[in-house]
């Protein structure tokens, strides 16, 4: 299968800084992939050079053979319409009800009518588990319900890649459990490429197909491959100190 996403060869920075170098994988469709680490290792920096906000200084970001950062800024935004993103925060209009966040993308890049606006934006909702939430403000909600909300407004315009970032962040571990069988579910009944940045194991364990471990020292990937086979077989200590917590453990 030709992969959907390719990243070759990707050095990634800020001013003198170099926080990534010599990056290279690759994601096929339908597929849970996640980019794992700890903090400061380059995770939401390599997230900000897939989703076309900050460009590389070397390699390439590459969506069914074309370059992100190698094409004018309309083939670029035209490429960026392929994805969905849930922030960490969420990110929702704190003065729009949730319909209307729902409803916004849809509003800008559709040509739906009012109505079907406003079904549409239901509809989504209702895939994330929030009927009868729509004209409630962020504020009025939890923040497992915000994550949802945020997802519900992220997959409005039916991507092909859905993009999270650290989405267990800040959830109890129920609420990271429903959210993981929501990315499971959304994967099985929409067909999306997932990727997802997190540093949280039981999400890690739960929903990876696949993986890659960034290594803050080194500065690049030190490891790729199913997070339950890395633990299984890999012998590099910092991949197991990372898949363990520095605990002896094993996986179901």
């Given at each position: 299968m030709e992969p959907v996403v390719e990243i070759k060869d990707l050095?990634?920075?800020y001013d003198d800084l170099v926080v990534m170098r010599g990056l290279s994988f690759s994601v096929k469709k339908s597929e849970i992939f996640v980019v794992m680490g700890g903090s400061g290792c380059g995770k939401s920096t390599l997230l900000k050079a897939m989703i076309g906000l900050n460009p590389p200084r070397k390699g390439e970001v590459l969506y069914d053979g074309a370059s992100?950062?190698?094409?004018d800024e309309k083939e670029r935004y035209d490429i960026m319409r392929r994805f969905g993103v849930l922030y960490q925060g969420g990110a929702?209009?704190?003065?729009?009800?949730?319909?209307?966040n729902v409803a916004l993308p849809l509003q800008?890049?559709?040509n739906l009518s009012s109505q079907q606006v406003r079904d549409m934006a239901l509809f989504k909702l209702g895939l994330v588990g929030l009927d009868g939430y729509a004209d409630f403000y962020p504020a009025e909600l939890s923040g497992g319900m915000k994550k949802r909300a945020g997802?519900?407004?992220?997959?409005a315009l039916d991507p092909d890649i859905i993009f999270f970032d650290e989405p267990?962040?800040?959830l109890d571990p129920l609420n990271a459990k429903m959210l993981d069988d929501l990315i499971l579910e959304l994967r099985d009944n929409l067909g999306a490429t997932i990727i997802i940045v997190t540093h949280e194991l039981a999400s890690i364990f739960a929903v990876g197909d696949n993986a890659i471990l960034l290594d803050s020292d080194t500065k690049t990937a030190i490891a790729q491959?199913?997070?339950k086979d890395l633990l299984a077989n890999s012998k590099d200590p910092r991949v197991i100190k990372f898949l363990t917590r520095g605990e002896?453990?094993?996986v179901e």
């Open positions: 050095d990634l920075g992100l950062w190698g094409v929702l209009w704190s003065s729009l009800t949730l319909s209307e800008l890049y559709s997802l519900a407004r992220a997959i267990s962040a800040g491959g199913a997070p002896k453990q094993g």
